[in-house]
């Protein structure tokens, strides 16, 4: 499996402001993924998140909404932008050891935002 | 498209007592097949997985089969634990297109009382 790191744990925000999550793996991967869980709810994916190209994004998901970066093989971020109280979730990035374990993602422990 | 769909929750046991909960999926392709489970405040860690028909995926006494004629992949334990109070997702791969994208259940909490 692989260490991953995400910070903050959690944040509390104000309306309008934005907040970037920061998730870090103690290996090199090639793909990494954003998810977002509202309060009660699944997993949604955001986007993928290669090294070297742009993000892509689900359908309903937008880059001017959730900027991803990803500088290199082991560090991503997620902003979350002009956030709203419907931004309130969970945000976890997961990683593909596809190559070593197979298929499986494996996840951060997440980021709690909360957007008053 | 792909879907998952799980029983819905709260399921609520005693301690000892003999855990089912229902994973069935829709897929296009030849899907690999995830439980993965999420503690209360916590992440999502992967409990378990099985990547072909008639797998048998398994880990802390839990265990579910990949049962392509019936399209399903049940989790069951034989002797649930306090401890094993969580959230429960059932999840398919697609690697489709040459990328690994999960589709998640909607979840099945687990309340397990002494």
């Known amino acids: 499996s692989a260490v991953i790191s995400q910070k903050p744990s959690r944040d509390i925000c104000q309306r309008g402001t934005s907040l970037t999550i920061q998730c870090q793996v103690d290996?090199?991967?090639?793909?990494m993924f954003w998810y977002r869980q509202q309060p009660g709810q699944s997993l949604t994916l955001i986007a993928t998140a290669n090294q070297g190209s742009e993000a892509t994004y689900e359908s309903g998901f937008v880059i001017d909404k959730f900027p991803i970066s990803r500088p290199n093989l082991t560090f991503s971020t997620l902003t979350v932008s002009n956030m709203s109280p419907e931004d309130s979730s969970i945000y976890l990035c997961?990683?593909?050891?596809?190559?070593?374990?197979?298929?499986?993602?494996?996840f951060g422990p997440g980021t709690r935002l909360t957007v008053l | 498209g792909n879907s998952v769909t799980q029983m819905e929750g709260p399921v609520t046991l005693s301690e000892e007592a003999f855990l089912t909960i229902n994973c069935t999926y829709t897929a296009t392709g030849y899907p690999s097949l995830f439980w993965y489970v999420q503690y209360p405040g916590e992440g999502l860690q992967l409990l378990l997985k099985?990547?072909?028909?008639?797998d048998k995926g398994s880990n802390k006494g839990f265990e579910a089969t990949y049962r392509k004629e019936t399209t399903s992949f049940h989790l069951e334990k034989g002797s649930v634990q306090v401890s094993d109070s969580a959230v429960y997702f059932c999840a398919l791969s697609d690697f489709t297109g040459g990328e690994n994208k999960l589709t998640f259940g909607t979840g099945t909490q687990l309340k397990v009382e002494l």
């Open positions: 290996s090199q991967v090639t793909m």
């Open positions: 099985a990547t072909k028909a008639d």
């Open positions: 997961s990683v593909d050891l596809a190559g070593m374990h197979g298929d499986t993602q494996y």
